[in-house]
């Protein structure tokens, strides 16, 4: 059985409880960070402890721990568990509120270690089937544990036989996935959103790797432009970089993996080894 902490105290996952008065419950009101580990340690660890303090402040909650109190409990709570690779979620609630609505600097942590699940091998080599989806993150920046548009894309990407679903606005912009950023190549160049998004721990490594082989541009990317790429990808902390085939009802290039993407799949491993994240909130 899974070791979480909950509040300063370490349990079995199925004693893992917060009272029904934290605000997480009551109002949504919390944030979180996700994270993986390689050979049973946590990737970009400070980089996505920044993103977590981050986000907490701006969604207006207090961030009581020391990055180095925070990293220390990471680690014991994964010694406390046995998974050749895990998933971390470290989530901050709004805490107990006597009015059921305003936070009173009482914040609760939870980490939760789970094994990391495998992918389908299919998405890697076959590719994935996206849809663009009218909506964006409600607080951009922020990742808050209100998932709920998240959960309704998510559904319809499924009922139509597709494996994401990525935001898009009504001037066209496509933005990001409900768990992944997303990129596109074209005419050589990797493209890639960078307003109103949460800019992924794992997109920075992309970024950064992706440099070394081609030319890279961070602007608006118009749903236009995804539709008549060579390539599409998207990536995510679990899923690293998976090849997009189809969005919408349009295929992309050939129908099948792009010859840039699979350089990237193949060479983010070798990467991953040696990358040293940068220590500011990304």
């Excluded at 920044?50 to 907490?56: C, D, I, N, Q, V």
Aim: aromatic share 8%; with cysteine; hydrophobic share 45%.
């Amino acid at each position: 059985m899974d070791i979480y902490y909950v509040d300063g105290k370490f349990v079995p996952s199925d004693e893992a409880v917060i009272p029904v008065t934290d605000l997480a419950i009551l109002r949504g009101l919390g944030a979180f960070d996700f994270m993986r580990t390689y050979a049973g340690k946590p990737f970009c660890l400070r980089a996505h402890l920044e993103r977590l303090e981050a986000s907490t402040r701006k969604i207006g909650l207090q961030f009581p721990w020391t990055m180095d109190a925070l990293a220390q409990l990471v680690m014991e709570t994964l010694s406390r568990n046995s998974h050749k690779e895990s998933n971390v979620r470290i989530i901050i609630t709004g805490g107990s509120s006597p009015d059921f609505m305003n936070h009173q600097g009482n914040p609760r942590l939870i980490i939760m270690v789970s094994p990391l699940p495998d992918m389908p091998a299919w998405w890697y080599s076959d590719g994935i089937h996206i849809i663009t989806h009218m909506s964006e993150r409600a607080m951009a920046g922020a990742k808050s544990i209100n998932y709920v548009q998240a959960s309704l894309a998510l559904e319809t990407a499924r009922q139509k036989g597709a494996q994401e679903a990525v935001y898009m606005v009504p001037q066209g912009l496509v933005l990001e996935g409900t768990t992944s950023n997303i990129f596109a190549i074209t005419a050589g160049r990797l493209i890639t959103p960078g307003r109103e998004i949460l800019p992924g721990i794992t997109r920075q490594v992309i970024l950064d790797l992706a440099r070394s082989h081609f030319s890279v541009k961070i602007r608006d990317v118009f749903i236009s432009e995804l539709l008549e790429a060579d390539e599409v990808f998207i990536c995510g902390t679990n899923k690293g970089i998976v090849p997009v085939v189809q969005v919408d009802d349009t295929v992309i290039g050939n129908g099948k993996p792009g010859p840039k993407t699979r350089l990237l799949i193949q060479s983010f491993p070798d990467f991953v080894r040696t990358y040293d994240a940068p220590l500011t909130a990304l």
